[in-house]
C-alpha cells in the first residue's frame, strides 16, 4: 500500500511549489532526493571518466556505473548484460530500428505497428521504407487505441518480420497485449519490438515473462534524471545487431586499412564518454521505484486515474477521449475550444498539462482531432489535486480562456 504523503515528502519539488499541480508526468516525473543526492555526488566528491582510469576515483565510479547495470537486470528480470545505455528513448528506438534494417530485415520484409506510436517509434521505420524497401502496416486499433488480438492476427502473414508497437501508448493510454503479441510474433518467426517509455515507470516489467526481443525507454521519465535511457535486448539477438555510433571504448581494435572490430555487448553500444552521472541517477531511480514497489506504483495509480475519469466523465463542457481505458494519460479537450487554450486556461490556475499532438502526429486520423490536452498523472499525486483540477475545468469556457489572454 503506498502512503502517497510520505511519499510526497520524499520529493523536494513539492515543498518548492505548494500551490502547483503537475500532471505532465508523461513529459518528464519530478526527482526523489535521493536521485538529487546520487547525482550531485558524483560533482561534489570528484567526478572522473569510467573504465579509463587506474586512480581509486575512477575505479570508484567504474563500480557504481557498472553497478546500475545490476539494478536494472533486476527491475527488468534480464541479464547486466543485456541492459545498454543510451541517451534516452529516442535513442534506443532508433538503434533498435538501425540493427533491425541492418542485421534481420530486407527489402520486402514488413514490419506492423500501429497510428498510436510515438514519433520515435515511426519515422525509423517510415525512413527504412524509402531506403531500404522495408514496408510497414498497421494493426487495426479501437476508438481507445487498443489492440485486438483478433486484429493482430488478422495482420500478421508471412511477410511480418516484426511486430513494433508500445506496449502503454502516450496519448489514448491503451495497454496493449505485449505477452500475447510476442507469441504471436514468435510463432510466425518474427521479432516483437516495445516502446516502454510510458509503461516501465508504471507498473511491472519482466521481460523474460513477457519474452519481448527489444525494450527502449527513458529515465527522465521514471524519476532519474534527463539524457539518459536504457535499451534491453535478448543478448544473442543484441550480438548480432550492429551499432549506430562508432568510436571511443565500443571498439575492440581498428588499423588504418579501416578494419574494425568490435566489444561484446553491450559495451559496442556505448562509443564515446557516457553519461556517467545519468546512470548513477537512473540506477538510484529504480532501487527508489522498487523500494517503494511497482505493483503498488500500477495498482495505486490505477485507482487515482479512475477517480479521476469518474468526475472528468460528468463535465458536459469537456470531451473526453479515453475514459474507458484504465493506465495512462487522460485526453480531452474542451467543446470548441483549442486545446493550447485549454492548457493556457489551466496553467493560468497552477496546473501543469501538456496540450498539442504529443509526438503522435498520426493518431489524430483516428482521433478525429489533431491536438489533445493530456493530464498524466503519477504515484505523487493525490485525489485532493484531481479534485481542485475538475474544478477548474467546470469552469472551462471561450469567454474564461480569453481572459488568461486578455
Not at 244 to 253: D, I, K, P
Not at 346 to 360: K, P
Amino acid at each position: 500500500m503506498l502512503d502517497v504523503e510520505k511519499v510526497r515528502k520524499d520529493f523536494p519539488f513539492f515543498s518548492n511549489n505548494p500551490d502547483l499541480i503537475y500532471f505532465d508526468n508523461a513529459a518528464t516525473t519530478q526527482k526523489p532526493q535521493a536521485v538529487i543526492d546520487a547525482v550531485t555526488d558524483f560533482y561534489t566528491t570528484g567526478a572522473a571518466n569510467v573504465h579509463r582510469g587506474d586512480y581509486p576515483l575512477s575505479l570508484h565510479w567504474d563500480e557504481k556505473f557498472d553497478g546500475t547495470r545490476e539494478i536494472i537486470g533486476r527491475f527488468l528480470n534480464c541479464q547486466p548484460n543485456e541492459v545498454v545505455y543510451t541517451g534516452g528513448s529516442t535513442h534506443s528506438l532508433n538503434q533498435i530500428a538501425y540493427g533491425l534494417e541492418k542485421n534481420f530485415l530486407k527489402a520486402g520484409d514488413v514490419v506492423l505497428t500501429t497510428v498510436n506510436e510515438h514519433a520515435s517509434n515511426l519515422m525509423p521505420y517510415f525512413r527504412m521504407a524509402k531506403e531500404a524497401g522495408i514496408q510497414f502496416e498497421f494493426i487495426p486499433i479501437d476508438d481507445q487505441g487498443n489492440i485486438h488480438m483478433e486484429d493482430a492476427k488478422k495482420a500478421m502473414h508471412e511477410g511480418v518480420k516484426a511486430i513494433v508497437i508500445a506496449s502503454l501508448t502516450n496519448v489514448l493510454g491503451a495497454s496493449q497485449p505485449v505477452k500475447e503479441l510476442a507469441a504471436l510474433a514468435h510463432e510466425n518467426g518474427a521479432l516483437m519490438v516495445v516502446d516502454g517509455t510510458a509503461s516501465v515507470p508504471h507498473g511491472p516489467t519482466d521481460v523474460r515473462d513477457l519474452d519481448i526481443d527489444f525494450l527502449g525507454f527513458a529515465g527522465h521519465k521514471m524519476c532519474g534524471p534527463g539524457g539518459i535511457g536504457i535499451l534491453y535486448g535478448k543478448y544473442e539477438l543484441l550480438q548480432k545487431m550492429d551499432p549506430v555510433f562508432l568510436g571511443g571504448s565500443m571498439n575492440s581494435r581498428f588499423n588504418v586499412c579501416g578494419d574494425m572490430s568490435f566489444q561484446a555487448a553491450p559495451d559496442k553500444f556505448e562509443a564515446g564518454t557516457p553519461n556517467i552521472e545519468g546512470v548513477i541517477g537512473l540506477g538510484a531511480a529504480a532501487e527508489y521505484l522498487m523500494g517503494l514497489g511497482m505493483q503498488n506504483i500500477a495498482d495505486y495509480e490505477r485507482e487515482l486515474r479512475q477517480y479521476a475519469a469518474d468526475q472528468i466523465s460528468q463535465l458536459d463542457n469537456i470531451i473526453f477521449y479515453n475514459p474507458d481505458n484504465v493506465d495512462g494519460p487522460i485526453a480531452i479537450n474542451g467543446k470548441d475550444i483549442p486545446a493550447q487554450d485549454t492548457g493556457s486556461y489551466l496553467a493560468a490556475n497552477n496546473i501543469c498539462v501538456r496540450s498539442g499532438n504529443h509526438c503522435a502526429k498520426v493518431l489524430h486520423e483516428k482521433i478525429g482531432t489533431d491536438s489533445t490536452v493530456r493530464l498524466s498523472l503519477y504515484f505523487y499525486n493525490t485525489k485532493a489535486e484531481v479534485d481542485r483540477t475538475v474544478e477548474v475545468l467546470k469552469d472551462l469556457s471561450i469567454e474564461n480562456t480569453l481572459n488568461v489572454f486578455f
